[in-house]
């Protein structure tokens, strides 16, 4: 490709974010050369990772919310999902890969919320990338210890009689919470219903959109 | 005695910690392209998400204060792409060398 500063395109076609005339950094130096080396040694192509790229970006709690609503409105699924998040997920053609996914679900006296405590294991295949407050220190070492502290800080104070249940993820296994069904949605579509349910109602720290 | 409580610096659960600030930030191109390789390079089996995870563990604790999720990411990719006999380190110092010289900015050392 011509060094030409004019042309601030990406190996991909699309144009470089602002970001990307930030000076550049040491690790980003070795984000280009690890990358140039796979490509030379012939372990991957820019187009193979331009492709994962894409694949990634596609991606989006959105997906998370399809499974949701159709949870709430197909009790069969739900029982399939419960029993087996991989497999209901791949029943509607998400890719979860290798993953063992699981799904817990909210209930008038349960609050599920998910964490990884040892480093930042989340149902990316599902929901995406993950937020950057799920991967830092406070999260990780506080939910697992004082889960109602850190959901007031999210704006969710429960009542006592709720119970928590914290469900700590590894490399293997990850969760996804199912938020309960908000009142006053009788007869909603699957597609309407799935406009209601936020990222982090799936992660446990917020709730679902009031109808 | 130490003061060492036997367990290791990324095994925090339960630790006493501030607020949980809601950060949030869309991923520059780079990050993504740091997330894609560690999905290749495990798919193709060059090494594990636990290789990954092992690297940044002995990395130690001040390094959620020096440096960004994905700067720890491609240092440990890295790290298991040498050990895998992938490339060497001369390789990478030498291609780190060039594209430093390619420009300033990521835009620019991008481009070859």
């Not at chain 1, 989006?60 to 159709?70: H, I, L, M, N, T």
């Not at chain 1, 949870?71 to 419960?82: C, G, I, K």
């Not at chain 1, 799904?103 to 930042?120: F, G, Y």
Request: proline share 5%; hydrophobic share 35%; charged share 25%.
């Amino acid at each position: 490709m011509p060094h030409d500063h004019h042309d601030h395109l990406s190996p991909s076609g699309h144009p470089y974010r602002p970001d990307n005339d930030e000076p550049l950094s040491y690790w980003q130096t070795m984000e280009i050369a690890v990358r140039e080396l796979l490509i030379e040694k012939g372990v991957s192509t820019a187009a193979e990772i331009n492709a994962q790229i894409d694949a990634m970006d596609a991606r989006s709690p959105a997906d998370g919310a399809q499974v949701v609503a159709r949870a709430w409105t197909d009790p069969a699924f739900r029982d399939r999902l419960l029993a087996n998040g991989s497999d209901a997920c791949r029943e509607m053609g998400f890719d979860i890969g290798a993953l063992h996914l699981i799904a817990v679900e909210n209930t008038a006296q349960i609050h599920n919320l998910i964490v990884c405590t040892l480093c930042s294991c989340y149902p990316r295949n599902l929901l995406g990338m993950s937020p950057d407050w799920y991967k830092s220190r406070e999260y990780r070492s506080r939910a697992v210890k004082e889960p109602r502290k850190v959901l007031a800080e999210f704006g969710m104070t429960l009542p006592e009689d709720v119970q928590v249940r914290v469900h700590d993820s590894t490399a293997d296994m990850r969760y996804v919470v199912i938020p309960a069904r908000p009142d006053g949605t009788d007869g909603w579509s699957v597609d309407r219903l799935a406009g209601l349910v936020t990222r982090d109602s799936m992660i446990g720290t917020g709730r679902v959109k009031t109808p | 005695m130490t003061d060492f409580d036997g367990k290791r610096w990324h095994d925090m659960g339960g630790d006493t910690a501030g607020p949980v600030r809601p950060s949030e930030h869309d991923f520059a191109l780079w990050e993504k392209r740091v997330d894609a390789l560690m999905v290749l390079c495990s798919t193709k089996g060059l090494f594990t998400v636990d290789g990954l995870r092992r690297a940044i563990e002995d990395m130690g604790p001040d390094v959620f204060e020096n440096t960004t999720y994905y700067d720890r990411w491609i240092a440990s990719i890295n790290q298991n792409l040498i050990e895998a006999g992938t490339y060497t380190l001369g390789e990478l110092g030498a291609k780190m060398d060039a594209v430093a010289k390619r420009g300033a900015t990521y835009g620019e050392a991008a481009s070859e």
